[in-house]
């Protein structure tokens, strides 16, 4: 046993406040969490409007504190807070994304029925959800890798079953099952690691022995974040939950989970270069595994997406299908590589923000639940539907939107990193890529070619108002889209000397 | 002092019986039973190693899982709960409303 020294003591305690600072957003959220406890308290029918204004400023002022943390560490560079969390630009702009998302999945979800009377309960989960995304991409050690996943992934499984009716129900336990065993399995690898390596820190290495085991534990880590970006093979959850949750917890399901799982990827890349995946030498085979999921996402979530009738089960596949873009990004293992990815994941979040806010908007004002209900919808609402084309256009990856750049920007790091290596497996990363956004072309655009060369059947829907407030939320995000594609370098230059750990 | 080697030959079995019951069984509370012994695989390994660290960092993250285990539990049997309610059993072949 050894003695605690009051003296280190405090030094320890010194230690925790100087670094509190850094954590200070982090703070703001727990109390904002809190808070939302206490207004659930409140009868939710009168309060909604209250406590969603109440998360809402909670969620600004951390968006703002993240702006001054963003300036903060663009100056100092990376900083690691007691070998637990690493504090890096790559890291912050994540958070910041994550943080406006959530913010605008709150005012999405100001609609939903569902959520009269659960408002307060809903908002906690959804802040929780936010939390453990903030700290998985700041992870640098086992066990707050695990403990931030884990509190993404709980409060999704509750959130899922938010739309409270037989199919929820169904997406919520389907979830939960596939999602448990995905991180008791991640676990297990994780208790391989640290066993082999003594440490559960990142990057630490003591012993050299049992090679094997280790690359079994990291195979078994990398299950459980490729769970989370919902890459294949363990994307079988994602349709379901998909369709299931109602649809502003879809639009958040469908970034902020799976851009964290990226960045816990990029991350953990790094070590299992060093391990020796598969005992073969290192870089080429974890670029061969990385690489060849990337395809098998590419080629699995578009071709399942062609035949799919719902439409927020077509987007399920479609971001199966870009977690296999930001698989190939991960697999250039180059700055070019991270770069793109980050460029790819806030272009991904904002494209799909407008798409699942387009689909919510289709559902309470016309009741639209399947893709052939969109008929017509160009006579009734001519700008939304305008809006959705743009959309559709930007997600397949054409110009002139921002989703082409962000896919030219992938190709272009992944053509460096095969011009540097000659690995023949990133060229035909390459080819595949191309050749899928292609096959993209047919799903995405099934929608906006029912919107306006399909004829409407009855003509009793209403007209709809000439400005709504969303109509102009998901201009705003299309306006970004089109801007981003003329002017990259607006978004690009803030990546370019920034300092990444990963 | 048992060696290591058996600790971590129980740990495999035990994630192995827990593989095999998530993958055979049809009732989704034996199947978060499986999920359980997943898990407890996974301590019995960390409580083993931390044997050889200096720190005690193993047996913390024990202290974690078991909290987050429980945790996990809690929602995922409501969430059981729920389903029953809905469709009159547990049998995850008989739940099958999302598909395509």
New interface residues.
Partial sequence: MKHIDIESLGLKLERILTYGQYILPEFLLVSGILVALLLALLPAEKNRYLSSAIVLLVLVAVAVLYGFQWVDTYRTGVKSLLGMLRLHTAAVTLKLLFTLTTAAVVLLSLRLSSLRQYVGEYLVLLLTALLGAVLMVMSSNLLMTYLSIEMVSIASYALTGFAFTKKSAEGGLKYILFGAVASGLMLYGMSLHYGLTGSLELGFRAVSEGELLLSFGSILMLGGFLFKLAAVPFHVWAPDVYEAAPTPVTAFFSIVPKIAGMAVLVTYTRIFLEVDMLLLSGQETVRTLLATLAILSLLLGNFSAIWQSDPKRLLAYSGIAHSGFLLAGIAAFSHLGIKSLLFYAVIYAIMNLAAFALLHWAEYRYGIRRIEDFKGLSQKAPFGSLLLLVVMVALTGLPPTAGFTAKLFVFMSLWDAYGQTGESILLWLLVFALVNTLIALFYYLKIPYFVYFKPMKDNGQAQEKPLSSLHMAVMVLVLFLLMLFFKPEWLMDFFNNASFVF | MIPIEHF?LL?AAL?CI??LI?IIKKN?IV??MG?EL??N???I??V??AR??PSI??Q??TL??II?AA??AA??L???V??Y???KSSD?DR????K?
């Fill in positions: 971590v740990s994630l827990g593989l998530v989704a199947v978060l999920i997943i898990l695989a996974s301590n390994n960390l083993a190693f050889y660290d960092q193993g913390l993250f974690f899982v987050v945790a996990e929602v995922a409501a969430i059981v729920r389903v309610s809905y469709f995850l739940i099958k409303e999302l395509g």
